[in-house]
């Protein structure tokens, strides 16, 4: 530490969770940085960025005490039963099984849990024939949480594993609500809450675009005149339309162009799954992934954006009642707010070469986002 701090005209300490962040003033010698800065920040071990302009103000962060124990067995068993929830996604598209069903909500979530022991006793065929919906769905999902993780980590942020959310396809034919990590020490300033809330997104979308790529090339066209919708899935028997995005329907026409009606396979039901799971984490709410780009990019600007978002899906609400139930959870999660919380440093500028990854991410948002996901 003190080869750094003397390089160094003033210098603080700010204890955030469980690290330590040291914000220093270079010197003017030093600025460049020096052979002896530079000797010195390849000893460091821990992570450093540059904050403002490049030379002047070094940020340096290191953890304080051992590495918290992880829960892994409850990350690890999320994480088994959403590969079954999707497994039996993924027959039931296939045709190959019917999930049980129930009347209202008490008979769903009975219907729930009986689909785990139905589907465990099904021949090894049924429950593999799943696999080309659940390992995409997933891969798009782990993916896209790992970003995340090993961002935050680079910045020596507490950030728990990810937790999977599995949902039995007796209520879903997608079998997963997605996943999310939790962040147990407060973020410094805007520049680690871009970087992280954009590494997630970012990743996963690289992946939807190779599962689309896939799914769409395998894809059955429906002939001229059959008076179906535009893309559809079957799932244990019964039709479903789908809405598109940018992206969606331009994977349509590349891929399968002049169909007037596409059959989705069950990758590209799996890479559409993963295009909607990505554009609505993208709205600029609360503690989204998107809340936490528009505050990295904007600090307060993104109240009035989020409210904007929020009448928005409110409005779409029409065409599409389950936006009311996002709305609901989004807001629930923010602890029923819409703006986001303040970072420890919110004055200190993010640089423009970490906001290119911000307006990367509004990139995917718009063409990922679906206004009428089912029914379209």
């Given at each position: 530490?003190?080869?750094?701090?003397?390089?160094?005209?003033?210098?603080?300490?700010?204890?955030?969770?469980?690290?330590?962040?040291?914000?220093?003033?270079?010197?003017?010698?030093?600025?460049?940085?020096?052979?002896?800065?530079?000797?010195?920040?390849?000893?460091?071990?821990?992570?450093?960025?540059?904050?403002?302009?490049?030379?002047?103000?070094?940020?340096?962060?290191?953890?304080?005490?051992?590495?918290?124990?992880?829960?892994?067995?409850?990350?690890?068993?999320?994480?088994?039963?959403?590969?079954?929830?999707?497994?039996?996604?993924?027959?039931?598209?296939?045709?190959?099984?019917?999930?049980?069903?129930?009347?209202?909500?008490?008979?769903?979530?009975?219907?729930?849990?009986?689909?785990?022991?139905?589907?465990?006793?099904?021949?090894?065929?049924?429950?593999?024939?799943?696999?080309?919906?659940?390992?995409?769905?997933?891969?798009?999902?782990?993916?896209?949480?790992?970003?995340?993780?090993?961002?935050?980590?680079?910045?020596?942020?507490?950030?728990?594993?990810?937790?999977?959310?599995?949902?039995?396809?007796?209520?879903?034919?997608?079998?997963?609500?997605?996943?999310?990590?939790?962040?147990?020490?407060?973020?410094?300033?805007?520049?680690?809450?871009?970087?992280?809330?954009?590494?997630?997104?970012?990743?996963?979308?690289?992946?939807?675009?190779?599962?689309?790529?896939?799914?769409?090339?395998?894809?059955?066209?429906?002939?001229?005149?059959?008076?179906?919708?535009?893309?559809?899935?079957?799932?244990?028997?019964?039709?479903?339309?789908?809405?598109?995005?940018?992206l969606t329907g331009a994977c349509r026409r590349l891929f399968l162009p002049g169909a007037e009606s596409v059959h989705l396979s069950l990758t590209a039901f799996a890479g559409w799954a993963g295009a909607l799971i990505t554009g609505l984490n993208?709205?600029?709410?609360?503690?989204?992934?998107?809340?936490?780009?528009?505050?990295?990019?904007?600090?307060?600007?993104?109240?009035?954006?989020?409210?904007?978002?929020?009448?928005?899906?409110?409005?779409?609400?029409?065409?599409?009642?389950?936006?009311?139930?996002?709305?609901?959870?989004?807001?629930?999660?923010?602890?029923?707010?819409?703006?986001?919380?303040?970072?420890?440093?919110?004055?200190?500028?993010?640089?423009?070469?970490?906001?290119?990854?911000?307006?990367?991410?509004?990139?995917?948002?718009?063409?990922?986002?679906?206004?009428?996901?089912?029914?379209?």
């Amino acid at each position: 530490m003190e080869p750094l701090t003397r390089c160094f005209t003033a210098w603080r300490v700010i204890h955030a969770g469980h690290r330590e962040v040291i914000e220093g003033l270079v010197a003017p010698e030093h600025q460049g940085p020096s052979a002896d800065l530079e000797a010195a920040l390849a000893a460091w071990p821990h992570a450093h960025y540059w904050a403002g302009a490049v030379g002047k103000e070094l940020v340096l962060i290191r953890p304080l005490g051992p590495a918290r124990t992880e829960a892994w067995l409850v990350h690890l068993g999320l994480f088994g039963v959403t590969i079954l929830c999707a497994l039996g996604a993924g027959a039931a598209l296939n045709g190959q099984f019917h999930p049980p069903s129930g009347e209202g909500i008490t008979g769903a979530l009975a219907a729930g849990a009986r689909f785990f022991g139905i589907f465990l006793r099904a021949p090894w065929s049924t429950i593999q024939s799943g696999w080309s919906f659940a390992a995409p769905l997933l891969a798009i999902l782990l993916v896209h949480e790992l970003g995340h993780y090993f961002v935050a980590h680079r910045y020596a942020i507490d950030a728990s594993p990810p937790y999977f959310l599995p949902i039995p396809p007796t209520i879903s034919p997608i079998g997963s609500l997605g996943a999310f990590l939790r962040l147990r020490s407060p973020v410094v300033d805007r520049r680690q809450l871009l970087d992280v809330g954009a590494a997630g997104p970012l990743a996963g979308f690289v992946v939807v675009l190779v599962v689309l790529a896939w799914g769409y090339a395998i894809s059955d066209p429906v002939p001229a005149g059959s008076a179906l919708p535009r893309s559809f899935i079957e799932f244990a028997g019964m039709r479903f339309a789908l809405g598109d995005s940018l992206l969606t329907g331009a994977c349509r026409r590349l891929f399968l162009p002049g169909a007037e009606s596409v059959h989705l396979s069950l990758t590209a039901f799996a890479g559409w799954a993963g295009a909607l799971i990505t554009g609505l984490n993208l709205l600029p709410l609360s503690q989204l992934d998107g809340g936490h780009v528009a505050y990295g990019l904007l600090g307060r600007w993104q109240k009035p954006l989020g409210l904007a978002a929020l009448l928005g899906l409110v409005w779409l609400s029409q065409y599409w009642s389950a936006w009311l139930i996002w709305v609901l959870l989004t807001l629930m999660v923010g602890g029923w707010r819409w703006t986001h919380p303040s970072v420890m440093c919110p004055e200190r500028p993010v640089p423009p070469g970490r906001r290119v990854l911000g307006w990367l991410c509004v990139l995917v948002f718009v063409v990922t986002f679906m206004p009428v996901p089912f029914g379209g």
